[in-house]
């Protein structure tokens, strides 16, 4: 038996061969590997309680056949394998395993060992943060910034060239409001683009209650309609006012992505389809696809629908012809595979929209399928809200939706204080660029911690504490196992190379950690196969901790050479897996805290 880099595999691997050894197929057998209860030892399979009664057989009596076969080629790499429960298999790995594990692994080249092959060398498309033009990005963005970073993060370390794409919403009905009102209060933008994304948000505002006011200002909805057509027809005027909304609000919004790390690799917004959209109509209407309804081309999703008519159709061309939000999706789907190549389209948005992509999706899938188009896999990334302290959505005092500079930079601030108590000997500059890393990264952990399905509880309080599931806690232990080496004036890296023998085991925790990084394959395979951070995030805060139990035991800088050494690279093979999963989730480390 050869030791693989993923002990879960290995182990299902073996259990396969077994399988086929003593004459059950594959078909019937599937081993359902686990990292089990410590109590029962490392790992446990699953597999044969389905198996027995699929092939109506006594499922002990075949754990039993299991476990001869196994004790036979077992060449020292379990220590113990037994039988608990009507018929699950418990093994106990060897020090011999996890000496042989960390001898080969725990090196430069740990991540090199990993291939995800849904995701290698997979072009892939993630559309985030594709705001609104003409609007503050507010605390309703928060979520789609660090998800879709993350994501694009994860998936780059499967091999996939992410694209991410930045599908502004920056041909919208707003336009017509908006140039309204900028040209009822002859609002002038000047050459420099000085002007601010507030005062347009505030000019919309303004549009939009003078415009419904019916009574006083009768007509001037119309008039805000009008000026949108104008728009869309290419009139020259509105067309210039449209260019220095969009880059105003563009420019704003780069700041807020910077912020938070993000950069997109383009940035096609819904104008950028607008010429797109005719080949749209013309192939859904001659597919039979689309058809018109009371004036707009709408979609079915089912003739039933149609009939009962309770089911909304997707609305892709509007009554006065317009494009809207469907129709450019539509063109940008088949721009990604045409253009792009897409294997894989991803959205990130909050879960408001899950009918529209519903739609777009079943659409696309008869429109491709039917052209014999490649089909880009499409998927929806959602996620919960966020909620205050008293359970509802987090609003300011005043009720409307935080901004996300005030809330970055609260956390900012609130970081300072932290590390001002923290450290009396480091200088304000150092300071202040340990609380802008502490600030942002608690933001951004706090969130991927959780399942991003559901709702989450923002707390200040409970994101910026030293101890517990946060980044200063994680930050903390990076910040550690440097002055390790800094203490003793070596090199973290150097050691992740040097040839120190073999692994000395001395001491229980010692083997804790190496067993926390045989699994980190499997936590990231789970990680991409759900499009999930927040198994990252108990990986390393469960890593952390194995640490931190060690080091506490166990001295560092001993007498015996072999065993320092063992434990130096321990150390630095901790932190390099705890940086690159950081690193994932979009969180710089630091030297100092
Ligand atoms: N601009 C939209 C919004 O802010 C999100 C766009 C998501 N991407 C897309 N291709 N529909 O709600």
Same mark, same amino acid.
């Given at each position: 038996m050869k030791i693989k880099f993923n002990t879960i595999t290995f182990l299902e691997d073996i259990l396969n061969e077994v399988a086929e050894k003593i004459g059950l197929s594959l078909e019937i057998f599937k081993p359902d590997v686990r990292v089990s209860d410590p109590r029962f030892g490392d790992l446990q399979a699953n597999g044969i309680l389905t198996a027995a009664k699929r092939s109506r057989c006594n499922p002990r009596e075949l754990a039993e056949k299991f476990v001869e076969e196994l004790n036979r080629i077992?060449?020292?790499?379990? !220590?113990k394998i037994g039988i608990s429960g009507p018929g699950f298999l418990n093994f106990k790995l060897s020090k011999l395993y996890h000496k042989e594990y960390f001898d080969h692994y725990? #090196?430069?080249s740990f991540f090199d060992n990993y291939k995800n092959l849904n995701y290698f060398n997979k072009n892939i498309i993630i559309d985030y943060p594709s705001p609104n033009t003409a609007k503050q990005m507010h605390v309703g963005h928060l979520r789609i910034l660090v998800i879709g970073e993350a994501i694009s993060r994860l998936l780059e370390f499967c091999g996939s060239k992410v694209i991410r794409d930045? @599908?502004?919403? $920056?041909?919208?009905?707003?336009f017509g409001v908006l140039i309204f009102e900028i040209k009822r209060v002859n609002y002038q933008f000047n050459k420099d683009d000085s002007k601010t994304l507030e005062e347009l948000e505030s000019l919309y505002k303004s549009g939009m209650s003078y415009c419904k $006011?019916?009574?006083? @200002?009768?007509g001037a909805l119309d008039e805000a309609r009008l000026e949108l057509v104008k728009l869309q027809q290419g009139d020259p005027e509105n067309m210039e006012l449209w260019k220095h909304i969009v880059r105003v609000s563009n420019s704003a919004c780069e700041k807020i992505y910077e912020l938070f790390g993000v950069h997109p690799d383009?940035?096609?917004?819904?104008s950028f389809y607008r010429d797109k959209v005719n080949r749209v109509y013309d192939e859904l209407i001659s597919l039979r696809i689309a058809e018109e309804d009371a004036g707009a081309l709408v979609v079915w999703q089912k003739a039933e629908d149609k009939e009962k008519g309770n089911i909304a159709p997707f609305i892709?061309? =509007? =009554? $006065?012809?317009g494009s809207n939000y469907g129709s450019t999706d539509l063109a940008t789907v088949l721009y990604r595979s045409e @253009?792009? #190549?897409?294997?894989e389209v991803i959205y990130v948005t909050d879960d408001r929209q899950k009918e529209h992509f519903k739609m777009l999706f079943s659409t696309v899938d008869r429109w491709f399928s039917q052209k014999k188009y490649p089909l880009p896999k499409l998927c929806h990334v959602t996620f919960g809200k966020i909620l205050g302290e008293d359970g509802k959505p987090i609003k300011t005092k005043s009720g409307e939706s935080i901004k996300l500079k005030a809330l970055v930079n609260e956390a900012t601030e609130r970081a300072l204080t932290i590390v001002k108590e923290k450290n009396t000997d480091l200088d304000m500059e150092e300071m202040e660029k340990i609380s802008t890393i502490v600030g942002i990264s608690s933001i951004k952990y706090a969130d991927l911690?959780?399942?991003?399905?559901l709702d989450y509880m923002f707390s200040w309080k409970r994101l910026l504490?030293? !101890?517990? #599931?946060?980044a200063p806690y994680l930050l903390y232990a990076v910040v550690r196992i440097n002055s390790v080496f800094k203490k003793m004036e070596l090199s973290l890296d150097d050691y992740l190379n040097?040839?120190?023998?073999?692994?000395?085991?001395?001491?229980p925790e010692e083997i804790e950690i190496v067993k926390k990084l045989e699994v980190f394959e499997n936590v990231i395979n789970l990680s991409v196969s759900e499009l999930k951070l927040h198994y990252i995030c108990t990986y390393i805060y469960e890593l952390a901790g194995l640490f931190s139990v060690f080091y506490s035991k166990c =001295?560092? #800088?001993?007498? $015996?050479g072999n065993i320092r050494d063992f434990r130096l690279k321990l150390c630095a093979t901790t932190a390099m897996v705890l940086k690159r999963c950081l690193k994932i989730l979009s969180i710089d480390t630091l030297e100092k805290m």
């Open positions: 077992n060449e020292g790499q379990f !220590e725990c #090196n430069n930045n @599908h502004i919403g $920056d041909w919208g009905t707003n $006011d019916e009574e006083n @200002h009768p383009v940035t096609l917004g819904e892709i061309r =509007k =009554k $006065d012809g @253009h792009f #190549n897409a294997d911690l959780q399942n991003r399905t504490a030293f !101890e517990g #599931n946060t040097k040839n120190i023998g073999f692994a000395n085991f001395t001491e =001295k560092i #800088n001993v007498e $015996d």
